[in-house]
């Protein structure tokens, strides 16, 4: 199975393929055995052999494409992706397709500032998030009208929750 | 006997801990915020005292007094924050008849304001920084003060502590403009809006002694903590001993903090605040009238129980610690884990836990207010749990400390902890070549990016991308989909489709 | 630097964390069962070396040895158990150029002569336990034996250790078959058939001596340790210093103990155990030529690390400990956490744990070879974790450990746990009035049905029966279903229809 | 809803209404409030009011009407059964209704010495469990004919787990 990993804005191109005691992955033509068994749904023990290196490694699966992970002492974001999503994702940023305002961390909407049908430009305040004692607003990314919005007022969300679609 | 605890989180874990072990009974209170919280599953009795904000329910005096009456305590312990230091609630808890475990009534009002806890402190002799004695009658009280002590001056409420409610002023005309605010500010946040005026240490390193004294007029200096490592005066990383006092200084500094404490009249354990000068000069800063955040780096090093110490001088008892007896061993590091993403600039992040994972072992201590699984309020200080490490000595603790931080995992919001992993790898952490201003003048020098640099020693990318591409492929379904069964979920579905269009 | 560990389990896990903070990398070993064992989560890499059974895996000495030079790895550490006392893999490990952490392969195989050591032991002037000094020959020598010191006498197995193959024989008549089943146990155990004969002490304690020598001739006596409380010869519960060692006993135990040290060229760290009958007389029993379980009693009372000390000592380091400086504080005791249930003759209790909680807070440590939501196998010693807590005195510590043990929680299988519950309340504990028969008399007398005596201060039976009524509700469905869901597991349907022939 | 709690051979009759809160309970004619909130499949907070006396309760599901509590220090071992259950295998005893012989700890079976159709007499061998290096007989607690045999030599069973069916 063929997937494009998103790390720091980067794409890398991975294959993975079931064998026996784990997975072969090939990364930059380097194949390599991935022996990777889950722990419960949050952990998992990794072996990357040949050398045998060992990584315990909690994971989350935040958004559709998002993971974290916590590789040793670090904390990893990425993404991902089905090689088509990467080309449209890569390819559709300027128009076409939908952008979705996504909560970045968990809080509770304290304004949403457009209606579907609304038109809004690039650095338009969309959604008011708060999180502790702190006020973030988010933004349109891109130019657009906005085709749905999920959140109102008042709402506690997590993070990765779609607050609202621009078409 | 039976002891309400009037706070939540791993302070009242601490104190729970420390009453079981001498054999008192505990009475938890919680918000609606707090039905699971460890402090509720792991006292005797537990009661709701109303909604999630503080001022509702750990604020609400009369409530906990209730709480009190009718579980049959007779003691109540603060913990620290929320009602530690007022003196109101302790003059109520005593006038009830109930004890208040922590100094008396007076003396907290005593060393809460800021100019009169100077007054007394230069009084006892313990050296002051150059500053007013008195608040800010009119402006003209500052210029004649910065006329003869020079800039930059800082501009304190009277009121404030915590590192809350202080102002820098650099240049003679924003004087007048910063006294402004820092007036509407003190009356804003601490209901006072006198301020004084300090000349401003450069660069200096934070420096407390740990004191306890009984009613019978015994006082001991149970050594001192170091605790320069701090974002916005907020402590963040704590130890004991000072890698900078040495044993002169450390004389000075207990006489100087025993002084207080006998001038003040001060019973229960507290510690006496000192900032140092590059020179080694150091100088009172004020007294905090509870038990600190910290305490458990002296317990560490000097082997003693200061909540058990606590609780038992406010039960009458004479002092169980004798100066002379006092003999540190080691060196003990703590980290504060805080749910804020230091590299976001401490944006806070509350949320739920979904992994977590203790660190243990050798010299390993963790005091924790959070269970897994569980979601960190909105409503509270974002402390989650505190990482104490000792060790023979420092650069053993040090290393003990990088061990302890690589196995302490939390997982679903982002926390302190790659801070920590950062600044322990640091050359000025390992010779303690740091200062109050530290933290604040380094964050924003990194190439932050959203997270600490990576470090040679870290496990590669590539692990992460390859980790994160089997998941993906044992949640996708297509494993069971190559078996024959169909992916149900229209995510799977949903991926199925986009690889159909590519040959496996 | 790279360390292979020839182990598993909490002892794994305790080398990896001592060799993480020294800097040196870690190689796991790992057989079927223990594929997500914590020793392979936390090092640095980890290589399968066979089936679940370990004379297929963790005594597979020529497979280690690979997996050694394949890593790259340069020491071995074989932790305790498996191949920790044989002295041919020691010697295999060093023919291959590699270092064992661990003493002399030829002092591993004289101190494990039990009448070689005896032999080593008196020569150095260390009492004896009045007894034969070479195996017996034949009957007439242990009749003759018995004329001379009289009954009872024990039976020893020559190769015999970790209180296995040993006879006790209370009636002359008796002898000769005694003699020819110890024999035969001797045979069929250690594949050696050789048997002496002791004076038998009547409930006697053990005391045993830490410790630690160099290359270069120095030796230290790291204080003793009290193991007493133990079941059929296993030690259970072990604590730091013995409550009946006077200073002047504490001298003389170090001087036996050190001079048999110095007699056999011992370099590594190490135990000198002894016997103490009822009128503090010692004598020699065995040396332990390597690491203890009960190594952290002693780190925490004399503030030490004995793994770091012990690869200090293989790396050739002189010792990093003084004599004049080892200084203990406080009192420190452990807790063997078995999986084993103890009211029913410590049955093994394999399974899945479901729920694991340790504790945590001041003066605890746990030592864990366990994660929840893993199986702990069939095929390996049953030892789970290993509790250790610390007090300034023996009174604060045991409190401490009541507490303690009050928060760990094991779900899944039967451990320990309940035993170390009932013994902390124990007045003969709190008097530290034991010795090493103490457990295998007191278990028989109780009232067992399965578990400990009910007391005072326990939860009611009540608060389980309406909690699982609750929770049988809460599972039954009949919440739903009078919200008009309907159940759909057969358990539930069954249910709806038992309870529809009643009211509600 | 009510339930007969069976511990330690005694049977306790319970009565569990839901309530605002919690459950009231009702147990030898005395009502108290239970707030009951599980954090995950494991354990449970248990408030019981009024006093507030506040428990934290480690439970599992052993088998079809037995529950392991750890109730502070205890360990307590229940049978939840309803009240026509009760009625039955208290009068069932002697010879009426199926007997089960289940396996009382973890193990691996070494040897089944029935099968469907046979005879057994109280006391008689029907199965032999090893659990680490001891083996465990267990044996018909009542005559009748071997119904249904549910284990063969070499399976690793859990606790609880049925073995053979006596009728």
Known sequence: ?167 | MKLLIANRGEIAVRIIRACQEMGIRTVAVYSEADRVSPHVLMADEAHAIGPAPAAESYLDMDRLLDVARTSGAQLIHPGYGFLAENPDFAAKVEATGLTWVGPPAEVIRLMGSKTASRRLAGEAGAPLIPGLMEPIAEPGQLEAFVEEHGLPVLLKAVAGGGGKGMRRVDRKEDLAAALERARSEGAAYFGDDRVYAERLVDRPRHIEVQVAADRFGAAVAVGERECSIQRRHQKVVEECPSPVVTPEIRQRLFDAALAVVRASGYQSVGTVEFLMDRDGQFYFLEMNTRLQVEHPVTEAVYGVDLVREQIRIALGEPLSLKQEELCPRGHAIECRVYAEDPFRGFAPSPGRIVFLRRPSGPGVRVDSGVLNGTTVPLEYDPMLAKLIVWGPDRPVAVSRLRRALSEYCISGIATTLPLFRFLVRRPEFASADFHTWYLDELLPTLDAGGGPPVQAEDAPDDVAVMTAACLATLESGWLEESRGVRPESWWREGLRQLHGRFPR
Chains 1, 4 share one sequence.
Not at chain 1, 14 to 29: N, R, W
Not at chain 1, 68 to 87: F, H, K, S, Y
Not at chain 1, 134 to 156: C, K, P, Y
């Open chain 1, 1 to 167: 199975m063929k997937w494009v990993v998103r790390l720091d804005g980067g794409d890398r191109e991975v294959e993975v393929e079931p064998v026996s005691g784990g997975f072969a992955v090939t990364l930059d033509g380097h194949t390599q055995m991935v022996d990777l068994v889950r722990l419960d749904g949050t952990l998992a023990s990794v072996l990357v052999r040949p050398g045998g290196a060992s990584y315990e490694i909690a994971y989350q699966h935040e958004t559709r494409t998002g993971w974290r992970l916590t590789v040793g002492e670090r904390e990893i974001q990425l993404d991902v992706l089905a090689p088509i999503e990467a080309i449209a994702a890569r390819t559709g940023g300027g128009g076409a397709g939908a952008a979705r305002i996504e909560a970045p961390i968990p809080g509770r909407v304290v304004a949403v500032k457009v209606a579907p049908g609304d038109e809004v430009r690039p650095g338009q305040p969309v959604v008011v998030l708060e999180a502790m004692k702190m006020e973030n607003e988010l933004v349109a990314e891109r130019s657009g009208t906005v085709q749905e919005v999920f959140a109102a007022a008042g709402d506690v969300v997590d993070a990765g929750f779609v607050l609202v679609v621009i078409a």
